[in-house]
């Protein structure tokens, strides 16, 4: 939970293993040491080649052989390199034979048989599982064995998908089910119910199928309710998103068979709790700490709900399949009820029926007419859209995140170019032609997903609430082209749009009463370089020297007096921490935002390095919700790793303001230059200072304005309003 002092540690580590010549094995144990910290940061492709230079170095089937390369094959299939992963682990398990390592080749032979499974090498996934069973057997691992019925579970219900019946994966599910409840090793009978729901659901049996993912996902819930961390609880969290799109999509086959008896509500309820539930507890959390503690007699109260839920959950697996729906419609009202229990009474404030959204409140509470909500649900197999207006609610089915990701691919590579580079030899005439061609094809791919994904919305929409998912979260949603009329425009031009973190997080901080004598701006730029011990890949920021003529003309739209400026050495973290005062209506930081690919966790804001106090400069994303935020937050600056990010990231980054207290965030999706950065945020802040706007409509009209004005596309498209 300390990353800078981490990376400090690990840039110490690298500079003695470049700067002494090691014994080749030392060096070894070093490059693969510091494999698994590019492991444990998310970095595979380094990961990948520390791996590799350590097989380079280590003795032929050595331990240290052996371990290196289960971590190769491990990184080699996090990046989608199934086949070579495929031989890594030929590799190791040979290895582990020849050093009479039994309890690792039985791992081994679990972990080959899952990449098998994905790549349908159905009857060699088989064979992998019942050796590694036959090992736990004679080794009397009772671990190993249950890993490996899990693993043998999994490979035999995918050979029989099309036969009629699936007793024998189904009993093997029930068997290790029973193993983990004497074990109480609550993670693993998790991936036992949730395997045993795929079983179910595959062979038509959807009620028993909801019922086995239901319990799935009440135990990953409440092991990570017992995670300290909020940080590390919302990374273990995210592995199980797939298990949430199962159970959409398992509701959803429910509605089509028997309308009417409230499966589409719990098919919505499923994605906003994947969505919504880590940041509302985080919500809950900081609320609960500037409050006061809950008093004996409400804790008693809490205490007995929980009895209460425990036992009904327990209902729930003996529950006729018939009534499924109306058991988890129960349940979910007794645990809104005991979320709400901690901090309506105490607090004093309401948030309504409950923490997670359904239609009916997204229409009772937050949609005005003219009004409309999408919601995405990305998974592995399908997306499911979700289409709400004030009297209607429509779900349509989607390809899933490979498939949709390859289709916007395109898209994302032109918007993030900006402009085709001149070809050699080119002269000004066809480069015209070639720029003419670039832009047309853009609209195309924006036309295309704008079909996709903005189809069918009501002709009088004037607002629009978009919660987007994986990839999506990337996407310009203001640039996206839909139907105006007879011909096509972007949607910025036909309404408003308003990026959602969740349905249910937009319900209940809106809740908040907003301060209405918070005047003053806070405005950050021109930070200095962050320091070198930070660790490869962040040491070279490149300096940002717009971005002081960025705030320097929003202060003249202030006025001075409204304006506290932190630049160079002074723009440190403590500085911040002290410069904002309760009458800050604004944050806006021009300057770095750090994100990691694919590991959200280390995301956080570049500001000066403080020689004195020892910080290298980072606000780091677990700090983020201890600050006083104000009620608009802008994040600016550029994305130190933007051409690679799948959305993900920027999200956790702008959540974790929401969780310090700001009702809106805006963020940069890309680079942008600095020239343009200036022209659209001087153009915000006038529509939003002087002519009293709304942080949405600002946005909005001064999008339009640089429209009119014919500027590219990438100088204003940048901009997403995460709006509560």
């Known amino acids: 939970g300390n990353p800078q002092a981490a990376f400090r540690t690990f840039r110490e580590a690298e500079i003695w293993s470049q700067d002494i010549r090691y014994a080749p094995l030392v060096q070894a144990d070093i490059e693969r040491a510091l494999g698994r910290f590019y492991v444990d940061v998310g970095l595979w492709s380094e990961a990948q080649k520390q791996f590799e230079r350590c097989l380079q ?57 899952a990449i098998l499974l994905s790549v349908h090498r159905i009857q060699l996934a088989q064979q992998d599982a019942k050796e590694a069973l036959h090992i736990a057997d004679a080794l009397r691992n009772p671990g190993l064995q249950i890993g490996a019925i899990l693993a043998e579970a999994a490979a035999n219900g995918s050979a029989c998908k099309r036969t009629d019946s699936c007793d024998g994966p189904e009993k093997l599910y029930l068997q290790a089910i029973s193993s983990m409840q004497q074990a109480s090793d609550h993670e693993q009978e998790a991936i036992a119910y949730a395997g045993l729901a795929r079983i179910r659901a595959e062979h038509g049996h959807d009620e028993k199928a909801l019922q086995a993912i239901e319990r799935a996902l009440m135990l990953v819930e409440h092991s990570r ?24 999509q398992v509701s959803l086959n429910l509605d089509l068979l028997h309308p009417g008896r ?30 006061h503690a809950l008093s004996p007699e409400l804790k008693r109260q809490v205490a007995l709900n929980e009895k209460k839920i425990e036992a009904d959950q327990a209902r729930l697996l003996a529950a006729d399949s018939k009534q499924v729906a109306k058991t988890l419609e129960a349940l979910y009202r007794e645990q809104d009820q005991l979320a709400a229990a901690g901090s309506d009474k105490e607090h004093g404030k309401s948030l309504g029926d409950g923490p997670i959204a359904s239609p009916s409140s997204l229409q009772q509470k937050l949609l005005d007419p003219h009004e409309a909500l999408v919601a995405f649900a990305v998974g592995r197999e399908h997306t499911f859209r979700w289409l709400v207006t004030p009297s209607s609610v429509r779900v349509q089915t989607l390809p899933g995140s490979r498939e949709l990701s390859e289709r916007l691919r ?40 704008g079909a996709v994904l903005l189809g069918g919305l009501p002709n009088d929409v004037r607002h629009l609430y978009v919660i987007a998912d994986g990839d999506l979260s990337s996407l310009p949603w203001s640039a996206l082209r839909v139907s105006c009329g007879s011909k096509s425009c972007y949607a ?19 809740q908040r009463n907003t301060e209405a004598d918070r005047t003053k701006l806070l405005l950050v730029a021109d930070t200095l370089p962050l320091s070198p ?42 500085n911040l921490l002290g410069a904002l005062k309760n009458d800050t209506a604004i944050l806006h930081l021009a300057t770095h935002t750090f994100l990691v690919p694919g590991h959200p966790a280390l995301s956080g804001v570049a500001l000066s390095p403080d020689r004195d106090s020892g910080s290298n400069g980072v606000l780091w994303l677990h700090d983020i919700p201890l600050l006083h935020a104000p009620p608009l937050v802008t994040l600016s600056g550029c994305a130190t790793q933007g051409t690679n990010l799948d959305g993900e990231e920027l999200n956790t980054l702008t959540q974790a303001f929401f969780y310090a207290g700001a009702q809106e965030v805006m963020a ?12 659209l945020m001087k153009e915000f802040y006038r529509n939003l200072l002087i002519h009293r706007m709304n942080a949405a409509d600002s946005l909005r009209s001064a999008q339009l304005q640089m429209i009119a004005r014919h500027a590219e596309l990438s100088d204003w498209a940048d901009r997403k309003s995460t709006r509560l």
């Open 492 to 510: 910025v031009e036909r309404f408003a749009v308003s990026i959602e973190p969740s349905a249910s997080v937009a319900m209940a901080l809106a």
């Open 410 to 449: 395109p898209l994302r590579t032109m918007l993030v170019g900006r402009r085709p580079a001149p070809a050699s030899g080119e002269d000004a005439a066809q480069y015209a032609r070639s720029v003419a061609a670039f832009a047309e094809s853009t609209n195309h791919e924006l036309e295309s997903a």
């Open 533 to 574: 011990e930070l660790g490869p890949r962040w040491t070279t920021l490149a300096s940002l020297p717009g971005s002081r003529r960025e705030v320097d003309g929003i202060a003249q739209l202030a006025g001075t007096d409204a304006v506290t400026l932190l630049s160079g050495q002074q723009a440190t973290i403590e």
């Open 57 to 113: 170095l280590a003795t032929p089937d050595s331990p240290a052989a052996l371990e290196a390369k289960t971590l190769l094959a491990q990184t080699l299939f996090r990046r989608g390199g199934s086949t070579r992963a495929i031989e890594e682990y030929n590799s190791a398990i040979t290895t582990a034979n020849r050093l009479k390592l039994q309890p690792e080749e039985g791992t081994l032979r679990i972990e080959r048989s």
């Open 262 to 291: 409230g499966y589409r509500e719990i098919g919505f309820r499923y994605s906003e709790r994947a969505r919504a539930r880590s940041m509302l507890d985080a919500i809950g959390e900081q609320e609960t700490r500037q409050g």
């Open 668 to 679: 940069s999706i890309w680079s942008v230059e600095d020239d343009a950065t200036a022209s």
């Open 225 to 248: 309710a017992s995670l300290s961390s909020n940080v590390i609880a919302a990374s273990y969290f995210d592995e199980w998103q797939n298990w949430y799109s199962l159970a959409e």
